[in-house]
């Protein structure tokens, strides 16, 4: 695999994003960084072809829970846009 940005600093990505203190449409246009997003396809790839280590599958769950919060904040600022 190449080099990645670790679930660390996905989380990272994330926590800086928020302590800037976005606007929903800026929470609704939020995207994770290209290196993140490469690395979590390359643990996908990996996942179906049964090669991960233990390592990165924990690093993989990591990224699902973080990409699980991040949905239901932007689903929340819709909500907040929509003023309901």
């Known amino acids: 695999m190449t080099d990645y940005a670790s679930s660390a600093s996905i989380q990272e990505e994330v926590l800086a994003f928020?302590?800037?203190a976005p606007t929903p449409q800026r929470i609704i246009d939020f995207q994770a960084s290209d290196a993140?997003?490469?690395?979590?396809?390359?643990?996908?790839?990996?996942?179906?072809?049964?090669?991960?280590?233990?390592?990165?599958?924990?690093?993989?769950?990591?990224?699902?829970?973080?990409?699980?919060?991040?949905?239901m904040l932007k689903a929340k600022a819709h909500k907040a846009l929509q003023g309901t």
């Open 36 to 71: 993140a997003q490469e690395r979590l396809r390359d643990l996908l790839e990996a996942n179906r072809q049964g090669t991960l280590s233990s390592e990165e599958q924990a690093e993989l769950e990591e990224a699902s829970q973080m990409n699980h919060f991040v949905m």
């Open 18 to 20: 928020l302590l800037s």
